[in-house]
């Protein structure tokens, strides 16, 4: 009631103004409104406002046109959200700039006239198609009226609901592709909001020998199937798309595939859960992920929201604290207020790689590139980084008509779908994933299913990897990944806390304490719930480590300043030797680059980037199937990759590598104590243990880096 009163004095004091001062437009004037409306801090992403019978109409490239309500002479709503949007206005009444009211401190400028984007009238069909084994699956599927002639399916099949799909959701999520024209398709898979069936978290795969076998390659087919016969219009040709989980339904697309799927895209798809993807990674559980997911995805046929409740000053609970104070994943399970979920029993009772986990991994049967395939990846990809990469590099020996492509740049999960020219603190200068979605997504999907044989007229010109190069922020265009010029090049970890391109000659020891009771946090606290509102989940990757590098249980390791840049491009891989006077452990090694104090950019100064970074479980050195304790004392060899890179260490930085035991509550904790079953680990089985790592002749501990250019002390330093 304020507020309007206030409002209210606002206009009428605009009446005894001058003509410079505030003014404001009658409400029946939506035409002064209009214009193309900026953030500076995005600058291609514009919203268009335009007047349109009486009412003020709002659009960009991804919103579809919508009739804003009336509100006041300056604010307005949206018909399907509880925030507005206020004008400011000039003297003359005409519209300079506006906010919206969850975001009062963004102020979007006036920067042209309204600009009209092509939106085709896609009609929505729901339909329910039956499976080999009479299990019935939900799909929508949108045709655009306004289109003559066939056109291709395209498919995204998911476990997050389709219900939603309609012509603005196409739009919003792939505008390029939504403005190319297809029959686009979205099923539920099976279990899963309207489907039927049972839902199994990245289900295995079957024998396709057996023709009752069900896996989701075998739905997939049989859902292209009854589209082609049922959905009038097509012509013949589909695609499969999908990002994250949808991304492995659409790599299970592609293992003896329909004969009408001619080209599929696995985004970020999760190949391997247990190896390197979702919930472990090289054997380390990662437990606030795999606690959060399953209880968002398993509680319903829906999804579930996850809290972690509030501390005794009533506010958010922080998850560091949350999963310290639980002590172990079977705790977390039983005070979590739910059931028992099926992968939370599966991650209790088969913490090993054992058939029930290799049964998933999708890489056992990517023996063959049976379609073109377009396989996208984030080097910041904190779900599912590893996945793609996989996917490629398992492929490619099979690639023998040069059908195997691949998307990397320095996004975070999905954050392809973005236009944004920066990640976090990271400013890349262009919209790289709007780049990549108009320039290789849309020509490649064009040239598979809409070109005639022989032709391209879609332009679709990638040779094979296309990969966004950080440090020097450019698109670099590769024969394969990693390219012939980049070669394996040791940097070794010596003592006093220098790196070294020389072999270690001198016997040189650093050794820290690893406490089970103090982990070292992997994100900036407080830690939110994975996929909460004001989670920071999405950008750690990216965070500044300075706020870990000080402690004593992080071992540090430098280069001198750089006097020239260093380019790496391929896959980072630790080779470290370490011994411990426990029976287990964790090893966590990182590459970071470390900008100078007097970076141009203010926010950047000192700042400590990761480029690579990963763990892995000691109790795994010997087998992933049969973990045995490590011998207290003795040296063992952890040696793992660390991912690809394609970064540019630039002159004046400096390259570092840090070395820790924990990294919580990502991962759970090593009692470093060897147990049978650490999710079931007793609290008196944490116990602190020295880490040490070795530096000599016989030990020679170092990072395996793909180096582009020569770099010697002469050089460099």
């Not at 260490?649 to 509550?665: C, L």
Request: proline residues 7%.
């Amino acid at each position: 009631m304020i507020r309007r009163h206030f409002l209210l004095a606002l206009f009428c004091l605009a009446l005894f103004l001058p003509s410079h001062g505030i003014a404001q437009a009658p409400a029946s004037a939506p035409e002064a409104l209009a214009g193309e409306y900026t953030n500076p801090a995005e600058p291609d992403t514009p919203t268009t406002f335009y007047a349109k019978d009486g009412k003020l109409i709002m659009e960009s490239e991804r919103r579809v046109p919508t009739e804003m309500k009336t509100m006041s002479a300056t604010e307005f709503g949206f018909p399907d959200q509880k925030f507005t949007l206020r004008f400011t206005l000039d003297a003359s009444g005409h519209g300079t700039s506006f906010t919206y009211s969850d975001e009062p401190n963004t102020i979007y400028n006036r920067t042209g006239e309204p600009v009209h984007h092509l939106f085709h009238d896609y009609q929505r069909t729901e339909a329910m198609i039956p499976m080999r084994d009479g299990v019935k699956l939900h799909v929508v599927y949108l045709k655009p009226a306004d289109i003559a002639g066939p056109l291709p399916l395209l498919m995204q099949r998911t476990p997050y609901g389709c219900d939603g799909t309609n012509r603005a959701s196409f739009s919003g999520g792939r505008p390029e592709l939504a403005r190319a024209g297809y029959i686009y398709v979205c099923g539920d898979i099976r279990g899963r909001y309207k489907s039927e069936g049972e839902f199994v978290m990245s289900r295995p795969m079957a024998d396709h020998k057996d023709p009752k076998a069900i896996d989701e390659s075998t739905d997939t087919y049989d859902t292209v199937t009854w589209l082609l016969t049922n959905v009038s219009g097509n012509n013949g040709r589909v695609g499969v798309v999908g990002t994250s989980y949808p991304g492995f339904l659409a790599m299970a697309a592609g293992i003896d595939p329909h004969p009408a799927v001619k080209a599929i895209s696995p985004q970020a798809p999760m190949i391997d859960v247990w190896m390197g993807d979702d919930f472990f990674h090289n054997g380390a559980f990662r437990q606030s992920y795999g606690y959060d997911y399953v209880m968002g995805l398993e509680s319903s046929k829906e999804s579930t929201e996850v809290s972690y409740g509030k501390d005794k000053d009533g506010k958010p609970r922080d998850g560091y604290d949350y999963f310290l104070e639980r002590g172990n994943f079977l705790e977390d399970t039983k005070k979590s207020g739910s059931k028992l979920l099926p992968t939370w029993k599966l991650f209790l009772d088969h913490p090993a790689y054992d058939t029930y986990w290799s049964s998933r991994g999708v890489e056992h049967h990517l023996d063959a590139v049976t379609v073109p395939t377009l396989t996208v990846g984030g080097y910041y990809d904190q779900e599912d980084m590893f996945g793609p990469q996989i996917e490629y590099s398992t492929l490619e020996p099979h690639d023998t008509k040069h059908e195997n492509f691949l998307v990397l740049g320095p996004w975070r999960h999905g954050y392809w779908s973005s236009s944004s020219r920066h990640l976090g603190n990271l400013e890349y200068g262009e919209p790289i994933g709007k780049e990549f979605r108009a320039e290789i997504e849309a020509k490649f999907f064009a040239h598979y299913l809409k070109d005639e044989p022989g032709a391209n007229a879609a332009g679709f010109d990638l040779e094979d990897t296309a990969s966004f190069q950080t440090g020097t922020n450019t698109w670099k265009r590769y024969a394969h990944f990693p390219p012939k010029e980049s070669a394996p090049t040791s940097l070794h970890l010596q003592g006093d806390g220098l790196l070294s391109w020389s072999d270690s000659t001198a016997q040189a020891k650093t050794a820290y304490v690893s406490d089970p009771a103090n982990p070292v946090p992997y994100r900036h606290r407080p830690i939110q719930p994975t996929y909460s509102d004001g989670s920071q989940w999405f950008n750690w990757m990216t965070e500044d480590q300075r706020f870990v590098t000080d402690r004593k249980d992080v071992a540090v390791w430098k280069l001198p300043v750089l006097k020239k840049d260093l380019i790496l491009t391929g896959e980072v891989i630790a080779d470290i030797y370490a011994s411990t006077s426990g029976t287990d452990n964790d090893m966590v090694v990182k590459l970071i680059d470390q900008y100078p104090d007097d970076a141009a950019d203010e926010k950047m100064r000192g700042y400590q980037l990761m480029t690579n970074e990963e763990i892995f479980r000691g109790r795994n050195l010997q087998s992933f199937e049969t973990p045995t304790p490590l011998r207290t004392g003795a040296v063992h060899e952890y040696k793992f990759s660390l991912h690809d890179v394609d970064h540019v260490f630039k002159a004046g930085h400096t390259v570092i590598v840090e070395i820790q035991s924990t990294w919580f509550p990502l991962y759970d904790r090593n009692p470093q104590t060897f147990v049978p079953n650490i999710m079931m680990a007793k609290p008196e089985d944490y116990k602190p243990a020295t880490i040490t790592i070795y530096s000599d002749p016989e030990h020679d501990s170092s990072l395996q880096v793909p180096l582009v250019n020569a770099c010697d002390h002469i050089d460099c330093f």
